[in-house]
């Protein structure tokens, strides 16, 4: 981003777009994928941001597209007017309406961060935050219940540097900013912001929920799993919006300059068999993106790894994410690397010569972690190690009894990224 507060352009080739695909025979489990998005977009469509705000038109992105009036959750985080295509300008110059501050200080609603020197009963316009309310009625909504660009920036500045509180767990912490960044949305939604300063703001709501899905998998609790879901949810509807922002303020000759980075975490999303995270296939998703973006290096960088992770290539897959992962790509790509381990072992196990039980020494520098963790790693996986004459471990071959962990997979550290480790 310039000193302008506008994000930096890269001139590209006039060439939009380009076919390309991902195949890759065998892998780790065959994937299949759903045709259906987890959800639309969440900011207006091409036509009304045409007919009432002059802004370029949308280009056509399949299943992207806002459907109005699809759930009510979605008028919800939408909002509006009597017009439903119709922007709000905000006038609310605190980060939660005063109304609802009076309201919520009297109903004892208020979170952990908002309470006035820890008292339920108070808080103050430099603790109260504006919460998501999916609820929210077209025809009464008040500019002065809705915040403005410059608020809204400051909101979301001051919610993301609660995210290393240490005061609190972070399920606690999270959940906070998780709620509040929602409402942020629904703020941009009504007013059709769509500018660049948009787009900064969505990519840190982005980077928000990609380290809290690193994190949320340290964290234990009933209600963790849920937490997990939901985060990802919001991850998916957050990069449509995103993509869809990057699409309406693109010039012919240029790209984002972080657009690559944050294209390439959809690619990664698919690394999950259980879905597809947002709708299309990537063989056609591809074909949608400016050449520029198709060959950029973290768009390169997320299809070798997606590449061998299918084929079962463990070797080239710890390889280039130690290489070449940046921090926002790897608490992506963290929770499937004990999946990759495992499979590992399996191959290992399967394949080498009964008579000759391989070193735990040399496969724990293939997969990139301490030997100890390794010999962890094969006896959660059902299997026994032993030692010879000299002290040195071991894993015998062939033995029947590897499983998956029942408990899912114990988060070792990646040899080489310890940095990334929080």
């Not at 300008?89 to 200080?105: K, V, W």
């Not at 430099?126 to 809705?146: M, P």
């Not at 280039?320 to 992962?325: D, F, L």
């Amino acid at each position: 981003m310039d000193e302008s507060g506008h994000h930096r352009r890269r001139s590209r080739n006039p060439s939009s777009s380009h076919s390309s695909s991902l195949t890759g025979r065998g892998g780790f489990r065959r994937r299949e994928f759903s045709s259906h998005p987890t959800e639309s977009s969440n900011f207006v469509s091409s036509t009304s941001t045409s007919s009432h705000n002059n802004s370029r038109d949308l280009k056509p992105i399949p299943n992207w597209k806002h459907r109005r009036n699809s759930s009510e959750e979605e008028k919800g985080e939408e909002g509006g007017t009597d017009d439903p295509f119709a922007p709000v300008i905000g006038t609310c110059p605190f980060m939660c309406p005063e109304g609802e501050r009076t309201q919520r200080e009297r109903l004892r609603d208020l979170a952990v961060f908002e309470r006035l020197n820890g008292d339920p009963r108070k808080t103050s316009p430099d603790l109260a935050v504006k919460k998501f309310c999916r609820t929210i009625s077209n025809k009464h909504i008040q500019a002065s219940d809705v915040r403005p660009l410059p608020v809204l920036e400051d909101t979301l500045k001051y919610l993301l540097n609660l995210l290393d509180s240490s005061d609190h767990p972070f399920e606690v912490v999270h959940d906070f900013i998780f709620d509040r960044t929602r409402s942020i949305r629904q703020d941009l939604s009504m007013q059709n912001i769509v500018n660049e300063r948009a787009i900064h703001m969505y990519e840190e709501m982005v980077k928000f929920h990609i380290i809290s899905h690193l994190r949320l998998q340290s964290c234990s609790g009933s209600n963790i799993s849920s937490l997990r879901y939901l985060n990802m949810e919001q991850l998916t509807k957050a990069l449509t919006s995103l993509y869809n922002l990057y699409e309406v303020n693109r010039n012919i000759n240029s790209v984002f300059e972080t657009e690559a980075e944050f294209r390439s975490f959809y690619v990664l999303l698919h690394l999950d068999s259980r879905s597809q995270p947002m709708g299309d296939s990537l063989s056609l998703w591809f074909r949608l993106l400016p050449s520029s973006i198709i060959k950029s290096k973290e768009m390169c960088f997320s299809r070798r790894v997606l590449r061998y992770f299918r084929m079962g290539n463990y070797k080239s897959f710890f390889c280039t994410i130690a290489g070449e992962a940046s921090y926002l790509q790897y608490c992506i790509m963290k929770l499937y690397i004990g999946e990759v381990r495992a499979l590992a072992v399996s191959y290992i196990n399967n394949c080498c010569y009964k008579l000759h039980p391989y070193p735990l020494t040399h496969l724990s520098k293939l997969l990139m972690m301490k030997e100890s963790d390794m010999e962890s790693l094969c006896n959660a996986c059902g299997l026994e190690t032993s030692a010879d004459e000299s002290g040195n471990k071991l894993l015998p071959t062939k033995q029947t009894t590897f499983c998956i962990p029942k408990e899912g997979f114990q988060s070792y550290d990646l040899l080489g990224l310890q940095e990334f480790e929080r």
